[in-house]
C-alpha cells in the first residue's frame, strides 16, 4: 500500500510530522494542567469561602469562561493579548510584540479549564464534612497543615472522577490551536492533507492517533483513580 | 376617646450593626470585584468609545445572519441526533454483543477524537469521492460545507446523547419494568410509558449541557467556511481590524448560553417539581 508509505519518517513521509504534533498536543494539554488546576482551585475557594465578595468574584470567572465558545476564547486571548501587549510594549519601546501561539493557547484552555475544575473543586468541598477540618484544629494541627493532611486527600477523592472527564475533553480541545498556526497534531495533518491529496486516509490516522491518547489517558486515569480511592470500603 | 396614661418612651435608633473587619478574604474578595468592574469598564469603554458605525452597520446584520445559522445547527443536530440516539443507546444494552460491541465502538470514536477533526474527515474526506458520490447521485449533499458540518455535528451529538439516555435508563430502578410485566404489560409499552418518560427526567440535566456544548462547539463549523456567528464575527474581524466584533461575538454567545442556562434550571425545577420532599 502506498498509503501506507506516506506515513514513514524522514523527508519522504509524514510520520515524523504526525509524530512531532502529537507531541506538541500532549505537551500542549500537559503544560494546561497545572495551571488550570491551579487556578480552579483558587476560584473553588473562593466560591466556598464565607467572604460575599469573594464569592461574587469566582462566580463571575466561571461564568464568563463556561458560557463563550472555546474557539472564541482563544481567538480573543490570541488576537486581544496582541492588542494589549501592544499598547503596553508602546509605553517603554516600539518594538513589535507577537503572542507567542503555544502561550495563547495555554492561557485559553487554562481558564475554560479552571472555569470547569472550580465548580468540580467547589461540588467535592462541599462533600467533605466541616467537622473534618475543625476536629482537625481542634487537634492542634496549623490551617496548612488542616488542609493539606485532611482536606486535600477527601478533596482529591471526591473530585478525581470529574478531573478525569475535563482532562479528556482538553485534550480533544488542544485541537483547536490548529488555528492560531501552532503545529499540533491537528495542523499538521492538515498539512499532509494539503500537499499529498489524501484527506480521508490523513485525517483517520490523526483521528486514531487521539483516540489513542483518550485511551491511553482513560487508562492512566483509572489507575489514579483506583489509587486515591484505595482507602475507601469496597461493597460486596 | 380617653387619653393614654403610659408613658412616651422616644423612638431608638437601632443598635449599632456588627463591625466588618477589613480581613485578608475580604480584602482579596474587594480587589478582585474591583478587577472585574475595571475589565467591564475597559469592555465597555471599548464598545462605546471605539464605535465604528461603518463597521457596526455593515456587519451587524451579517453576524444576525449568522447567529440564524447557528440556532438551525444547534436545533436541527440536536433534534436529529436525539432521534438517532434513542436506538442507539438501546443497542448499548443490547444482550446481542455484537450489537453492543458496535454501539460501544460508535460512541468511544465520536467521544473520544476532536469534533473539529471528525468535520475535516468528512468535509475533505468526502471530496476525494465526488466521483463515487456522484454515481450514488448525492454528491449535491456533501458539496456543501453546511451540509457537511450538520451530519458530523447529528453523528457527534448521537454519541453523546446516546450515552445520556443509556445512563438514565440504567437508572430506572428494575421493579417498574418488573411491575409492569407482572401487569401483563406488554415490552414496548412497558418502554414507552413507564420506562422512557421517567428516564426522561433523568437526562434532562445532563442534555441541556450538551445542548449548550453544541451551541458552543458550533463555532468550529466556521473553519470550513459556513458563515455561522463565529464565521461571520471572523469575516468582519479579517476585514476591518475592528477587534470589538469579537467582544459583539462574545457577548451574543454569552447571552444565549446563560439564557438557556437559566431557562433550563427553571424548567427542570418546573417539571421535577412532584419529585421534590
Same mark, same amino acid.
Request: hydrophobic residues 60%.
Given at each position: 500500500m502506498d498509503l501506507i508509505a506516506?506515513?514513514?519518517?524522514?523527508?519522504?513521509?509524514?510520520g515524523d510530522e504526525l509524530a512531532a504534533g502529537t507531541m506538541l498536543t500532549v505537551s500542549l494539554a500537559l503544560a494546561t494542567l497545572p495551571f488550570g488546576l491551579a487556578i480552579g482551585l483558587l476560584v473553588a475557594l473562593g466560591k466556598t469561602s464565607g467572604e460575599k465578595s469573594l464569592q461574587t468574584a469566582a462566580n463571575v470567572y466561571t461564568t464568563i469562561f463556561r458560557g463563550l465558545p472555546e474557539l472564541l476564547t482563544l481567538l480573543i486571548v490570541y488576537y486581544g493579548g496582541q492588542i494589549v501587549l501592544q499598547q503596553i510594549f508602546a509605553l517603554f519601546t516600539d518594538a513589535y510584540v507577537e503572542v507567542n501561539g503555544f502561550v495563547a493557547g495555554m492561557v485559553a484552555l487554562g481558564l475554560v479549564f479552571s472555569a470547569f475544575s472550580s465548580e468540580v473543586f467547589a461540588s467535592a468541598f462541599k462533600g467533605i464534612p466541616a467537622g473534618q477540618p475543625e476536629a482537625a484544629l481542634a487537634l492542634g494541627l496549623t490551617r496548612w497543615q488542616a488542609f493539606r493532611l485532611v482536606t486535600l486527600p477527601q478533596l482529591i477523592r471526591l473530585s478525581i472522577g470529574g478531573l478525569s472527564n475535563l482532562w479528556l475533553i482538553l485534550l480533544k480541545e488542544t485541537s483547536l490551536v490548529s488555528v492560531i498556526a501552532l503545529n499540533d497534531l491537528l495542523r499538521n495533518t492538515n498539512v499532509a492533507v494539503g500537499s499529498t491529496k489524501q484527506p480521508l486516509f490523513f485525517y483517520s490516522v490523526a483521528l486514531l492517533i487521539y483516540l489513542v491518547l483518550s485511551l491511553i489517558s482513560a487508562k492512566g486515569l483509572g489507575a489514579i483513580e483506583d489509587h486515591v480511592k484505595r482507602g475507601e470500603r469496597r461493597v460486596a | 376617646m380617653s387619653e393614654t396614661t403610659a408613658p412616651f418612651i422616644e423612638a431608638q435608633s437601632p443598635p449599632p450593626g456588627a463591625v466588618r473587619k477589613w480581613t485578608l478574604p475580604r480584602i482579596a474578595g474587594s480587589a478582585l470585584c474591583g478587577v472585574w468592574i475595571a475589565i467591564g469598564a475597559g469592555l465597555v469603554w471599548s464598545l462605546f468609545g471605539a464605535f465604528d458605525p461603518d463597521v457596526f452597520f455593515k456587519y451587524m446584520p451579517r453576524m444576525a445572519e449568522g447567529l440564524l445559522v447557528t440556532t438551525q445547527l444547534v436545533v436541527f443536530s440536536i433534534f436529529f441526533g436525539g432521534l438517532l440516539a434513542i436506538p442507539l443507546a438501546l443497542a448499548r444494552m443490547s444482550s446481542s454483543a455484537v450489537v453492543q460491541g458496535l454501539a460501544f465502538g460508535y460512541v468511544y470514536f465520536f467521544r473520544g477524537t476532536p469534533l473539529l477533526g471528525q468535520m475535516f474527515l468528512l468535509y475533505y474526506g468526502a471530496g476525494q469521492f465526488v466521483d463515487g458520490l456522484e454515481a450514488l447521485n448525492l454528491w449535491w449533499f456533501f458539496r456543501e460545507a453546511y451540509n457537511c458540518v450538520l451530519l458530523t455535528f447529528v453523528l457527534n451529538t448521537t454519541a453523546y446523547q446516546a450515552e445520556i439516555y443509556k445512563t438514565a435508563i440504567e437508572s430506572i430502578p428494575r421493579g417498574q419494568r418488573e411491575a409492569a410485566e407482572t401487569l401483563g404489560l406488554k415490552k414496548g409499552l412497558t418502554f414507552w410509558k413507564i420506562i422512557f418518560p421517567q428516564a426522561m427526567i433523568t437526562a434532562l440535566r445532563p442534555l441541556g449541557n450538551e445542548i449548550i456544548l453544541m451551541i458552543k462547539g458550533?463555532?468550529?463549523?466556521?473553519? +470550513?467556511? +459556513?458563515?455561522d456567528l463565529m464565521g461571520a464575527t471572523k469575516l468582519a474581524f479579517s476585514r476591518t481590524f475592528d477587534f470589538n466584533v469579537y467582544i459583539w461575538a462574545a457577548i451574543i454567545y454569552f447571552t444565549i448560553v446563560e439564557a438557556l442556562r437559566r431557562t433550563w434550571d427553571w424548567v427542570e425545577k418546573r417539571l421535577t417539581r412532584h419529585l421534590v420532599r
Open positions: 506516506q506515513l514513514a519518517w524522514g523527508p519522504s513521509g509524514w | 458550533s463555532a468550529v463549523a466556521s473553519l +470550513v467556511t +459556513v458563515f
